[in-house]
């Protein structure tokens, strides 16, 4: 028995963009001045470099598998963040990076009293030196090592000045829609973000941004999506039957694959551009025992 499967197609046609509004699941801050101590339980979280020449490092995870369909295609996304703190004696302005983080933390729930200064990290809470207290399991380089913890290439970047201009707004940029892109399609390597200080070596940089324990101030994530149309197919008398809403003036090609981690994905065929909305019909004979299809734009 001939056993059929397909993949859904990898971009919308014929549909309207949807906008999704995601909070953070975690967020919390790694202070060199505090290097033993969790921020997570905290209503900010800090970033950017002190006037003692001491880095913060921000943290944010969303979960994007959550907020969207498993077959949406992400278009754009903006990151809003308030800015609640600022150096008391005078501020440096900086540019502020997101650096998709490449291994798991755990946010922790201290708070300390005063806040400001959190309290000693629990078993498997992160602080500047671990990402789970108490266990083998540090970063690289304590406050998090580029290339290790987290990608040396940064996915989106904002100038902060003070409170007075509060939100401050990341994206939309490319590497930050791929970084989502990758979260939502693989779940599994989905760490967050780290939010960092272009130049550390400047001081009075610091700032501290609300965070998700704070209702009305924190981080909001503003995604912008398209659910991606499945592509129909019909099986008779051994032929497959493909077919999908094409738009205008798009090209498309069919392509095929006898498993998910073929590469190069083999083109079936290929759909010239026409002036208005059609729906292209392909067929395929084969006698493989599975076979996944995409459309591709051309």
Same mark, same amino acid.
């Given at each position: 028995?001939?056993? *059929?499967? *397909?993949f859904s197609?990898?971009?919308?046609?014929?549909?309207?963009?949807?906008?999704v509004?995601v909070?953070?699941?975690?967020?919390?801050?790694?202070?060199?001045?505090?290097?033993?101590?969790? $921020?997570?339980?905290?209503?900010?979280f800090?970033?950017?470099?002190? %006037?003692?020449?001491?880095?913060?490092?921000?943290?944010?995870?969303f @979960?994007?598998?959550?907020?969207?369909?498993?077959?949406?295609?992400?278009?754009?996304?903006?990151?809003?963040?308030?800015v609640?703190?600022?150096?008391?004696d005078?501020?440096?302005?900086? =540019? $502020?990076? +997101?650096?998709?983080?490449?291994?798991? *933390?755990? #946010?922790?729930?201290?708070?300390?009293?005063?806040p400001?200064?959190?309290?000693p990290a629990?078993?498997?809470?992160? =602080?500047?030196?671990h990402? $789970? &207290?108490f266990?083998? #399991?540090?970063w &690289?380089?304590?406050g998090?090592?580029?290339?290790?913890d987290?990608?040396?290439?940064?996915?989106?970047d904002?100038?902060?000045? @003070?409170?007075? +201009?509060?939100?401050?707004?990341?994206?939309?940029?490319?590497?930050?829609?791929? @970084?989502?892109?990758?979260?939502?399609?693989?779940?599994?390597?989905?760490?967050?973000w780290? !939010?960092?200080?272009e130049?550390?070596?400047?001081? $009075?940089?610091?700032?501290?941004?609300?965070?998700r324990? @704070?209702?009305?101030?924190?981080?909001?994530?503003?995604?912008?999506?398209?659910?991606?149309?499945?592509?129909?197919?019909?099986?008779s008398s051994?032929?497959?039957? !493909? %077919?999908?809403?094409?738009?205008?003036?798009?090209a498309?090609?069919?392509?095929?694959c006898?498993? !998910?981690?073929?590469?190069?994905? !083999?083109?079936?065929?290929?759909?010239?551009? #026409?002036?208005t909305s059609?729906?292209?019909?392909?067929?395929?004979?084969s006698?493989?025992?599975?076979?996944?299809?995409r459309?591709?734009? #051309?």
């Amino acid at each position: 028995m001939i056993r *059929w499967l *397909w993949f859904s197609c990898l971009f919308l046609v014929g549909a309207s963009a949807e906008t999704v509004y995601v909070r953070p699941v975690a967020d919390t801050a790694l202070l060199e001045a505090f290097p033993t101590n969790n $921020f997570g339980g905290q209503r900010w979280f800090n970033a950017g470099t002190t %006037q003692t020449f001491l880095k913060n490092h921000g943290l944010i995870r969303f @979960d994007i598998a959550a907020a969207l369909p498993a077959n949406a295609r992400i278009l754009s996304a903006t990151l809003t963040v308030e800015v609640v703190g600022q150096p008391i004696d005078g501020y440096n302005i900086q =540019n $502020f990076r +997101l650096h998709r983080v490449l291994r798991d *933390w755990a #946010e922790g729930t201290n708070n300390g009293a005063p806040p400001v200064l959190g309290s000693p990290a629990e078993t498997n809470e992160c =602080n500047w030196t671990h990402r $789970f &207290a108490f266990t083998a #399991e540090t970063w &690289a380089a304590p406050g998090g090592s580029n290339g290790v913890d987290y990608a040396s290439e940064h996915s989106v970047d904002t100038y902060v000045y @003070d409170t007075l +201009l509060s939100p401050y707004k990341f994206g939309p940029a490319a590497a930050m829609t791929a @970084d989502l892109q990758q979260w939502l399609e693989h779940p599994e390597t989905n760490f967050g973000w780290m !939010l960092i200080a272009e130049h550390e070596e400047i001081n $009075f940089t610091a700032r501290r941004f609300a965070s998700r324990e @704070d209702p009305v101030l924190g981080p909001v994530l503003a995604i912008n999506f398209v659910v991606q149309p499945l592509l129909k197919i019909d099986i008779s008398s051994g032929t497959i039957r !493909l %077919q999908f809403l094409a738009e205008a003036n798009q090209a498309y090609a069919i392509e095929h694959c006898d498993g !998910l981690t073929c590469n190069p994905w !083999l083109v079936l065929t290929n759909f010239p551009a #026409e002036p208005t909305s059609y729906t292209p019909i392909a067929t395929d004979t084969s006698v493989s025992p599975q076979r996944y299809y995409r459309v591709k734009l #051309e």
